[in-house]
C-alpha cells in the first residue's frame, strides 16, 4: 500500500514523504536474513552465505548430519482421524506383521534437508568456538573476498 506523508508549509500541505509497503517488504535477488520477534523485526540484505564453514561442518559433521536424518525421517502415525474400519485394519496388519511396521507415515525431503542442515549449522557454532578454526576461517574469508574482487576486474 503505497501511503504519501505531507508538511503544511504556510497555507498549502506538501508531500515530504513516499512509503510504499509492497516495495519495504520485496527482496532483491540474493541472500538475505529476516529475525522476526515480539514488537519488531530486523533485515540483513545481501549477506554471504557462510560456505566454508559449512563445507568444513559437513565434512566433519558427516555422522551427526546422518543421525540426525535418521532421526528425522523416522515413521510415525498419521495425525489425520481414522475411521473404525481403518482402525479394525490397522489393528489386524499390527497383529500380522508386527509393532515394527505398524507405522507408515514418512516426512517430507524438505524436513529432512533442514534436519541436516541444522545439524551442520550446529557443528559449525562448536568448530568455531576453537580460536584456531576462527582464525583460519578469518583468513579464508580474506583471500575469498581478495578473489572476489580480482576476478571482478
Not at 497555507?11 to 519488531?40: A, L, Q, W
Not at 507415515?105 to 551442520?120: C, P, Q, Y
Request: proline fraction near 4%; hydrophobic fraction near 40%.
Amino acid at each position: 500500500m503505497k501511503k504519501i506523508y505531507y508538511e503544511k508549509v504556510g497555507r498549502k500541505y506538501v508531500p515530504v514523504k513516499e512509503y510504499d509497503g509492497d516495495f519495504m517488504d520485496s527482496f532483491t535477488k540474493g541472500n538475505h536474513i529476516v529475525m522476526c520477534y515480539p514488537g519488531g523485526q530486523s533485515r540483513r540484505y545481501n549477506i554471504d552465505p557462510n560456505y566454508a564453514a559449512m563445507i568444513a561442518a559437513g565434512r566433519v559433521a558427516g555422522d551427526a548430519i546422518s543421525r540426525a536424518i535418521h532421526m528425522a525421517s523416522e515413521m510415525q502415525p498419521q495425525k489425520t482421524p481414522i475411521t473404525v474400519g481403518q482402525h479394525r485394519a490397522w489393528k489386524k496388519l499390527a497383529r500380522e506383521f508386527g509393532d515394527e511396521l505398524c507405522t507408515l507415515n514418512h516426512v517430507s525431503a524438505s524436513d529432512l534437508a533442514e534436519a541436516g542442515v541444522n545439524a551442520m549449522m550446529l557443528e559449525a557454532d562448536i568448530l568455531l568456538t576453537h580460536p584456531a578454526v576462527r582464525e583460519a576461517y578469518d583468513h579464508f574469508l580474506t583471500v575469498a573476498a581478495l578473489c572476489k574482487s580480482h576476478d571482478a576486474v
